[in-house]
């Protein structure tokens, strides 16, 4: 009996040490923060409890809050498309035309995405600075333009970086993503359409989009979570080439992420930028929620 009940605990001590660390550093943080958004709290003095107000305030009386969800939608509506259009054209490309190189133009690819935040925003401040950037001098000698264009103190130049940025960084997992996807494609599928008569382009529109699917779905939904909590690379580019300014000129790049650790970390309100945190969680759950129904009812 009593070996019958270590062999039954044997199990349940193995992934212990798993929960233990999971509700040390996961859970207790979430509910923890939670809690801090309930309270006004500057991290010195004591906490002082005030229920919904700091989401009131939220909701109703924080025009920066709506102005950073804006900009994000902005950034990442426009930096998504390509980003997939980019990475299912170069996975199409290696699968088709250039499978003998296909592992080098992957490493090439992909390498932008294990890049820190720190080096590509240093390198795209550099890259875009209006007196030394390399971009200014290129398109000042191809008589492009005949003036310096301050990429990064002007609203709009400031949101292309930004979306270039991201398309750069980004598009290489994505692309790494679809290839896995076409391989799952049987090759019968395109011979057979080959023999009806079917081109590259039929065969593409009408097998390969409809057999990825998932594979966007998936895409789509990952790249919004992540793109809504985008922070550390229009932080960086700024913080170098934007003269500090939070959130860029005009604060037109200032994420929900960017406006939290301003509001908890710059300004020292810490329940407030925990309320800010959890409404970008309601967001998110909202945004996600259709998504995940979806990919549900395709399994059913």
Known sequence: MKKNRLDKAYPYLFILPFFLIFIAFNLFPILYSFAISLTKWDGVNPSVFVGLENYIRLFTADPLFYQSILNT???????????LAMG???AVLLKDFFSKSRGFFQFVNYTPNITTPVAVGLVFAILFDTRIGTVNRILMALGITGDYIDWLGQPVPAMAVVILLLVWKYFGYIMV?????LSGIPDELYEAASIDGAGWWKRFTHITIPMLKNTFVFLVTTSLISGLQLFAEPQLLFSRGGGGVVGGPGRSCLTVIWHMYDTAFKR?????????????????????????????????
């Open 73 to 83: 939608v902005i950034l990442i509506a426009v930096a998504i498309p390509l980003q």
């Open 88 to 90: 299912l054209l170069m």
């Open 177 to 181: 993503m679809f290839l896995a996807g």
């Open 268 to 300: 020292f309100e810490f329940g407030y930028g925990a309320a800010i945190a959890y409404g970008l969680f309601l967001i998110i759950l909202v945004l996600s929620s259709g998504s995940i129904k979806n990919i549900v009812k395709e399994e059913d």
